[in-house]
């Protein structure tokens, strides 16, 4: 009867201190937010998302250098293309309808940056740059030609 209690006991302790040191990801703002854990074990992931836009001055402009069609590309991935007349009057929001719209897995960091570049029909570079990805956010961003 002793040992039995001696081992329910132990058994009790130990699991009282084993969930005192729950590891987990920590950070409510990653997608991997373990709300139990109490220590992070750096095991949060996060992802972001950049929109691609343009004016209607700048449609105007590429139209009247024969420019039609345009391909954009994120670290040298397609992510999209369009026709250069379609155009906004405001940023659009994220995975809006007709936006060029990426969205990164950045694994544990917060920020990543990639290279992108937009091509018209014939090859051509129209756009190129670097875009920075942020943690659960979306980011607009406004090409100026």
């Known amino acids: 009867m002793k040992k039995q209690l001696l081992f329910s006991l132990l058994t009790l302790i130990s699991i009282s201190i084993m ?16 709300d139990k854990a109490k220590s992070d074990d750096g095991t949060c992931k996060y992802d972001g998302s950049i929109t691609f836009w343009y004016n209607g001055q700048a449609a105007d402009k590429m139209i009247a250098e ?31 309808g007709g936006n060029i719209y990426v969205k990164e897995d950045l694994g544990t960091a917060k920020s990543k940056s990639q ?13 190129a740059g670097t875009v920075i990805f942020k943690a659960n956010t979306c980011t607009a961003t406004e090409l100026l030609y």
């Open 19 to 34: 969930s005192c040191k729950r590891e987990g990801c920590t950070d409510p703002d990653s997608l991997t937010f373990d």
């Open 66 to 96: 024969n420019i039609t069609t345009l391909t954009f590309y994120v670290n040298n991935k397609i992510i999209g293309s369009t026709a250069s007349n379609i155009y906004w009057t405001s940023s659009p929001g994220c995975e809006g």
């Open 115 to 127: 290279s992108y570049k937009v091509l018209d029909q014939d090859g051509d570079e129209v756009w």
